[in-house]
């Protein structure tokens, strides 16, 4: 008898662990959502690729934030034979599996044209779309191809609880954000980086922190006005993501646009992972 007891706790302890290396983690499965709508986008064409993967509420820049749904419906494909292609090479993702990130590259026509960023959220059917898809101008090739694995940001090492507490702590984090922006962006952004942020268009997959960030400081103005105006948490309450708008003067004249950032929990408080800054089109003469 304890033979067979021993046998069938082993049996037991082997099942569980073979089921557990068959669930995709949060950041594979959101890997997997970012590679089928790239699959599509080369089997369908972009247009309709973006209308199946994004979300009833989704949003994206043309230029300026609006419904995706609402926006693509207004696009016919022109029959163009080249191909818009992407892949993942930075994804991040909630603990409770029901929010994550992608950023990575992308080419036209095999010629390189941006490195994008995209939030997804898993839906009531289980299904992922994507909430925000945004990039920014690539001119050069991408550090790491389509083939290359990427890299995963670190699970939350806290979470508030719950998507309500979560996102009143992360309001109060853009508050003081944007408080201190007002005085001195780089400053205000080195207090409130993450260990282990990353950048879109970085030029090496090792760069992370503070000090990846430094380059693009210091090509944003030396003070900016922002103002949320959405986002959301996961149920963990260890990962959210908002937007707003941003106004600052370049130049010596006044620019606005929107931000897009990704927040996640941390023992020393909520923290920027991701964080973009998309200028609207200069005012016409």
Same mark, same amino acid.
């Given at each position: 008898m304890p033979f067979r007891l021993d046998l069938a706790i082993l049996i037991a302890a082997s099942l569980a662990a073979a089921s557990a290396q068959a669930t995709p983690s949060p950041n594979e499965q959101v890997t997997a959502a970012e590679r089928a709508f790239a699959a599509d986008g080369k089997a369908m064409g972009w247009v309709d690729a973006f209308k199946k993967h994004a979300a009833p509420d989704g949003l994206q820049l043309a230029p300026g934030l609006v419904n995706a749904q609402q926006s693509l419906a207004r696009i016919k494909p022109d029959g163009d034979k080249a191909v818009l292609f992407w892949w993942p090479l930075w994804v991040g993702a909630a603990r409770s599996g029901d929010l994550g990130f992608t950023t990575g590259a992308a080419t036209y026509d095999g010629k390189p044209l941006t490195h994008y960023f995209t939030v997804w959220k898993k839906q009531a059917d289980g299904s992922w779309k994507w909430e925000f898809d945004g990039g920014k101008r690539a %001119?050069? %090739?991408s550090p790491a191809g389509p083939d290359a694995q990427p890299i995963f940001l670190p699970p939350a090492a806290a979470a508030a609880g719950s998507p309500d507490k979560a996102m009143a702590e992360v309001k109060a984090a853009e508050t003081v954000l944007a408080a201190g922006a007002k005085a001195d962006l780089a400053s205000a952004y080195r207090d409130a980086l993450s260990p282990h942020a990353r950048t879109i268009g970085?030029?090496?997959?090792?760069?992370?922190? %503070?000090?990846a960030y430094a380059e693009t400081l210091a090509g944003r103005a030396r003070t900016v006005d922002f103002t949320p105006r959405g986002g959301e948490a996961s149920k963990a309450g260890d990962l959210a993501w908002t937007y707003g708008d941003a =106004?600052?003067? =370049?130049?010596?004249? %006044?620019?606005?646009?929107?931000?897009?950032?990704?927040w996640q929990d941390s023992p020393a408080g909520w923290r920027l992972?991701?964080?973009?800054?998309?200028p609207l089109p200069e005012p016409k003469a």
């Amino acid at each position: 008898m304890p033979f067979r007891l021993d046998l069938a706790i082993l049996i037991a302890a082997s099942l569980a662990a073979a089921s557990a290396q068959a669930t995709p983690s949060p950041n594979e499965q959101v890997t997997a959502a970012e590679r089928a709508f790239a699959a599509d986008g080369k089997a369908m064409g972009w247009v309709d690729a973006f209308k199946k993967h994004a979300a009833p509420d989704g949003l994206q820049l043309a230029p300026g934030l609006v419904n995706a749904q609402q926006s693509l419906a207004r696009i016919k494909p022109d029959g163009d034979k080249a191909v818009l292609f992407w892949w993942p090479l930075w994804v991040g993702a909630a603990r409770s599996g029901d929010l994550g990130f992608t950023t990575g590259a992308a080419t036209y026509d095999g010629k390189p044209l941006t490195h994008y960023f995209t939030v997804w959220k898993k839906q009531a059917d289980g299904s992922w779309k994507w909430e925000f898809d945004g990039g920014k101008r690539a %001119p050069d %090739p991408s550090p790491a191809g389509p083939d290359a694995q990427p890299i995963f940001l670190p699970p939350a090492a806290a979470a508030a609880g719950s998507p309500d507490k979560a996102m009143a702590e992360v309001k109060a984090a853009e508050t003081v954000l944007a408080a201190g922006a007002k005085a001195d962006l780089a400053s205000a952004y080195r207090d409130a980086l993450s260990p282990h942020a990353r950048t879109i268009g970085w030029t090496s997959l090792s760069g992370e922190g %503070p000090g990846a960030y430094a380059e693009t400081l210091a090509g944003r103005a030396r003070t900016v006005d922002f103002t949320p105006r959405g986002g959301e948490a996961s149920k963990a309450g260890d990962l959210a993501w908002t937007y707003g708008d941003a =106004a600052w003067t =370049a130049d010596g004249k %006044p620019r606005t646009g929107h931000y897009v950032r990704i927040w996640q929990d941390s023992p020393a408080g909520w923290r920027l992972v991701f964080d973009q800054l998309y200028p609207l089109p200069e005012p016409k003469a």
